[in-house]
């Protein structure tokens, strides 16, 4: 079944740890997207990629990073996590020239 | 740049009651417009989409159309449950800007209660 799939879906943690967020999709789409949604509920572009080798900075600056070394695969580490990381992340993707995006069911990050 | 207000929130319905959120849109070219929905826990789902003017998108009860006169793409749905309880997001892609990113509203929390 064609999906999107983020791990882990809560995860709590100590300031400076590192930790990396997992995305993938089996949907063949090119384009994947990296979104913060903050308590009020808005969405905050943070990252996104055209495709394999391809990451691009989002709207809202973000102390994370992506990689893409594989189509449908789409990591997002924080080096030095802070409480002011704490959030939830949500992962989508879609085809290269097509506007719909398919959602992740997200990573709430806790900070401590 | 493109923007999207939609009403502010929350908004809290009986069920069966009619329901309007408004969304209103700025946008340079010409765009497709959206409505995503949020369960409690869960990631965005498309709820329904219009991709020109005069167009109706509906899914599950629930419509909306495309007034480019009035850029404005507005969800309404006739007799609301409490399972809609939700958070709803009005969306829009600028495809005349070739990114085909999307640019989304704060999102309209609704609760129905029984």
């Known amino acids: 079944e064609a999906d999107i799939y983020q791990t882990p879906r809560y995860l709590v943690i100590g300031t400076g740890k590192k930790i990396t967020l997992e995305c993938s999709q089996t949907?063949?789409?090119?384009?994947m997207y990296w979104y913060q949604q903050d308590p009020g509920m808005e969405l905050h572009l943070i990252h996104y990629s055209y495709g394999v080798n391809s990451t691009e900075k989002g709207d809202l600056s973000s102390e994370s990073t992506v990689s893409r070394i594989r189509t449908e695969h789409f990591p997002l580490t924080l080096e030095s996590a802070r409480p002011s990381h704490t959030s939830q992340y949500l992962c989508?993707?879609?085809?290269?020239?097509?506007?719909?995006?398919?959602f992740g069911p997200g990573t709430r990050l806790t900070v401590l | 740049g493109d923007s999207v207000t939609q009403m502010e929130g929350p908004v809290t319905l009986s069920e069966e009651a009619f329901l309007t959120i408004n969304c209103t849109y700025t946008?340079?070219?010409?765009?497709?417009l959206f409505w995503y929905v949020q369960y409690p826990g869960e990631g965005l789902q498309l709820l329904l989409k219009a991709t020109k003017a005069d167009d109706k998108g509906s899914n599950k009860g629930f419509e909306a159309t495309y007034r480019k006169e009035t850029t404005s793409f507005h969800l309404e749905k006739g007799s609301v449950q409490v399972s809609d309880s939700a958070v709803y997001f009005c969306a829009l892609s600028d495809t005349g800007a070739g990114s085909y990113q999307l640019t989304f509203g704060k999102g309209t929390k609704l609760s129905v209660i029984p």
């Open positions: 946008a340079t070219g010409y765009p497709s």
């Open positions: 989508a993707s879609s085809k290269i020239s097509y506007n719909e995006q398919f």
């Open positions: 949907m063949g789409h090119d384009k």
